[in-house]
């Protein structure tokens, strides 16, 4: 029986899934963590971590020296949407090139195997490309982790994402709101990794060695996100402004920004794409989860909420080049 693996490395220790990643490493005391980081970055780190190393992620020798230095075995890359375009590749490149058998790439969204989203929703394409980036060292093998929308960020980011504004309790509901998507909380994606870097050596390359490990906190609907906001709010429907969209004209609405230049036109139409009718959003039902597999339970939709509420009230925004 083979064992887990022992070294890890981390980018993006400090950010929003990198953080809860790391912090549930660190929770299951199984790993050795090492965390590269830009040596220009004073974003604060979780205690504990066993190897910090300041390190350009452009300079392919420099990182390959660094996890070669580790005798890391998996690396998890976790990139704010503002790093360049190719900085992936470099740090895909330096992985192969120091040995590293796994690694899980920028993915930490919906399907990236459903093509019809592929070829619509503006992310999973290049989600998918990541992959086979990883794939096509010939060395490095990865494994995606499919999570889905990051619940607490997209209902905090207001009405482009989820359609629902808590700050100005407006709601615009896509066709009926009953729609449904497969969505996962930092939390839960932090011990998704956990989970999974527990399992035996060979469990992972049986079940998820250039597979995705699907994973979700809930499949949930806009009307029943609502309700669990009014709830948690203490308010009624009649104290918002709530009305309905069409959602393939929504979509196409948000395409049309994006040409003109509007920021908010992504989100609202990669958002929108996943609440289409039987449109692959809801991967919990077309492909299943890895939840148990994992040992991770689904989580309470109101305690999601919760927190997604209080994030809007103490003014949180999300910086890292998001500007939604």
């Known amino acids: 029986m083979s064992t887990p693996l ?63 230095s580790q005798q890391i075995q998996f690396l998890i890359i976790t990139l704010s949407v503002a790093a360049s375009p190719t900085t992936h590749s470099d740090i895909v490149t330096a992985a192969a090139a120091a040995g590293v058998p796994y690694i899980m790439p920028n993915v930490y969204g919906g399907d990236i195997y459903n093509p ?24 490095s093998s990865y494994v995606a982790l499919c999570c889905g929308f990051w619940f607490e960020w997209s209902l905090s980011l207001g009405e482009p994402c989820f359609g629902i504004d808590i700050k100005n309790r407006k709601a615009t509901l896509f066709d009926d709101g009953t729609a449904r998507v497969t969505t996962s909380t930092w939390g839960q994606c932090g011990r998704a990794v956990a989970g999974l870097l527990a399992l035996p050596e060979g469990e992972i390359e049986k079940r998820f060695r250039n597979k995705a490990v699907y994973v979700g906190s809930f499949t949930v609907s806009q009307r029943e996100m609502l309700d669990a906001v009014l709830k948690v709010t203490g308010t009624e429907e009649g104290e918002w402004e709530v009305r309905r969209e069409e959602s393939v004209g929504r979509y196409k609405r948000g395409l049309e920004e994006l040409k003109g230049g509007d920021r908010f036109g992504f989100a609202r139409a990669m958002y929108t794409r996943a609440f289409f009718q039987d449109g692959g959003g809801a991967f919990e039902v077309t492909r299943g989860l890895d939840n148990r597999v994992l040992g991770v339970e689904k989580e309470e939709l109101e305690e999601a909420v919760r927190k997604a509420v209080e994030m809007v009230e103490e003014g949180w925004r999300p910086g890292g080049g998001y500007e939604w």
Request: glycine share 8%; charged share 15%; net charge positive.
């Open 6 to 68: 022992q070294r890890i490395a981390i980018i993006g220790a400090g950010g929003h899934v990198g953080r809860a990643i790391t912090t549930a490493l660190l929770a299951g005391r199984k790993h050795t963590l090492t965390a590269l980081t830009r040596p220009e970055s004073t974003t604060p780190l979780p205690p504990g971590i066993h190897h910090t190393i300041p390190v350009s992620y452009s300079d392919i020798p420099a990182m390959t020296t660094a996890l070669r």
């Open 116 to 139: 019809t989203l592929r070829n619509e929703d503006l992310y999973s394409a290049d989600a998918y490309n990541r992959c086979l980036e990883v794939q096509n060292t010939g060395i």
